[in-house]
């Protein structure tokens, strides 16, 4: 992206904030924009885009959503989220599958199981993997995560309905309901075959146990295909991508997408309208998706150039 950018005569510059779950990044980002020096885009997800807008610090894209089509490129549930009172504040990139489960099949049949489709398959071929020394679930103990493993056993004993009436519409029903004190006994159990130092560990390093073969599994969203792709792996053969236990046929999802902040200069105003139209554009969504393990968000892609997780 920041060469596409550069070929088009802008200077990028990069405001990188490390952390997984982002927060460290919102924090700085909070800092900046009250101070009266917000970047010209900066990465917000789903709900915040509104907040951030509600506090007058988005610009509209409706300029180029329009010239480029994205009412007819991007699904409503997408576009709505990038939208403020009807106009575009952010442009998406992506779209991630939260519920997966990636699997080194080496492992699996080293000890003679098979890919576990249900919550208790899973703990079936757990309990067989840590008989054989094997770490059943690779897994890293930070709050996103831990809630990232919640989601999935959460959408596999409730069914998307009451997942959405529990964490969506905050049904207080569904939430206080014998059904989710299950979800919660369910967690506990998938939980205890992660090993002792999971603590504060990240994610792409659970990821790498996988990889090693330290681990058999690890339910993570599909930028952890990531880093398969890095190491060189082939999906389908050296390691595997399947639905979290319980969720086949199930999506949980979430978008990378970059909120545009309200700008001065005539300058810095063409250089983010140019940025938001780049991301859409059919070459970048190829070629970041590829390496990121997400899918284009365009809906008019083609995908034959894409692996085997990414066209499941």
Same mark, same amino acid.
């Given at each position: 992206?920041?060469k596409m950018m550069e070929e088009q005569g802008h200077t990028w510059k990069d405001f990188a904030v490390?952390?997984?779950?982002?927060?460290?990044?919102?924090?700085?980002?909070?800092?900046?924009? &009250?101070?009266?020096?917000?970047?010209?885009?900066?990465?917000?997800?789903?709900?915040?885009?509104?907040?951030?807008?509600?506090?007058?610090?988005?610009?509209?894209?409706?300029? &180029?959503?329009?010239?480029?089509?994205?009412?007819?490129?991007?699904?409503?549930?997408?576009?709505?989220?990038?939208?403020?009172?009807?106009?575009?504040?952010?442009?998406?990139?992506? &779209?991630?599958? &939260?519920?997966?489960?990636?699997?080194?099949?080496?492992?699996?049949?080293?000890?003679?199981?098979?890919?576990?489709?249900?919550?208790?398959?899973?703990?079936?071929?757990?309990?067989?993997?840590?008989?054989?020394?094997?770490?059943?679930?690779?897994?890293?103990?930070?709050?996103?995560? #831990?809630?990232?493993?919640?989601?999935?056993?959460?959408?596999?004993?409730?069914?998307?309905?009451?997942?959405?009436?529990?964490?969506?519409?905050?049904?207080?029903?569904?939430?206080?309901?014998?059904?989710?004190?299950?979800?919660?006994?369910?967690?506990?159990?998938?939980?205890?075959?992660?090993?002792?130092?999971?603590?504060?560990?990240?994610?792409?390093?659970?990821?790498?146990?996988?990889?090693?073969?330290?681990?058999?599994?690890?339910?993570?969203?599909?930028?952890?295909?990531g880093e398969f792709t890095a190491a060189g792996l082939t999906p389908g053969e050296d390691y595997l991508?399947?639905?979290?236990?319980?969720?086949?046929?199930?999506?949980?999802?979430?978008?990378?997408?970059?909120?545009?902040?309200?700008?001065?200069?005539?300058?810095?105003?063409?250089?983010?309208?140019?940025?938001?139209?780049?991301?859409?554009?059919?070459?970048?969504?190829?070629?970041?998706?590829?390496?990121?393990?997400?899918?284009?968000?365009?809906?008019?892609?083609?995908?034959?150039?894409? #692996?085997?997780?990414?066209?499941?």
């Amino acid at each position: 992206l920041k060469k596409m950018m550069e070929e088009q005569g802008h200077t990028w510059k990069d405001f990188a904030v490390a952390g997984g779950g982002g927060e460290a990044a919102m924090t700085v980002l909070k800092t900046r924009a &009250v101070s009266g020096n917000p970047p010209a885009a900066a990465q917000i997800k789903g709900l915040d885009i509104r907040e951030w807008a509600e506090l007058g610090f988005l610009t509209s894209l409706d300029g &180029v959503a329009e010239a480029e089509n994205w009412d007819q490129l991007i699904p409503p549930m997408i576009s709505d989220v990038m939208k403020y009172e009807g106009e575009y504040v952010a442009v998406p990139v992506n &779209v991630h599958r &939260v519920n997966w489960l990636w699997v080194n099949p080496e492992v699996m049949k080293d000890v003679g199981v098979e890919v576990p489709t249900t919550l208790d398959e899973f703990f079936e071929v757990a309990d067989k993997l840590k008989a054989e020394g094997y770490i059943p679930l690779a897994h890293g103990g930070q709050p996103w995560q #831990d809630a990232t493993v919640f989601d999935a056993v959460a959408l596999a004993e409730l069914g998307p309905d009451d997942y959405r009436k529990a964490f969506v519409e905050h049904d207080m029903d569904v939430i206080n309901s014998a059904k989710m004190e299950e979800v919660f006994a369910q967690f506990a159990k998938v939980m205890s075959y992660v090993d002792d130092d999971a603590a504060g560990r990240d994610w792409n390093t659970a990821t790498g146990m996988v990889i090693r073969g330290e681990a058999a599994m690890q339910i993570m969203g599909d930028w952890a295909k990531g880093e398969f792709t890095a190491a060189g792996l082939t999906p389908g053969e050296d390691y595997l991508c399947a639905p979290a236990p319980g969720t086949a046929g199930q999506f949980t999802f979430n978008v990378d997408s970059f909120a545009m902040f309200t700008l001065s200069e005539e300058e810095d105003i063409k250089a983010q309208k140019d940025l938001a139209r780049t991301i859409l554009e059919p070459e970048f969504q190829t070629l970041f998706n590829q390496n990121k393990g997400s899918i284009p968000v365009r809906t008019d892609m083609d995908m034959s150039d894409f #692996d085997t997780c990414a066209q499941a």
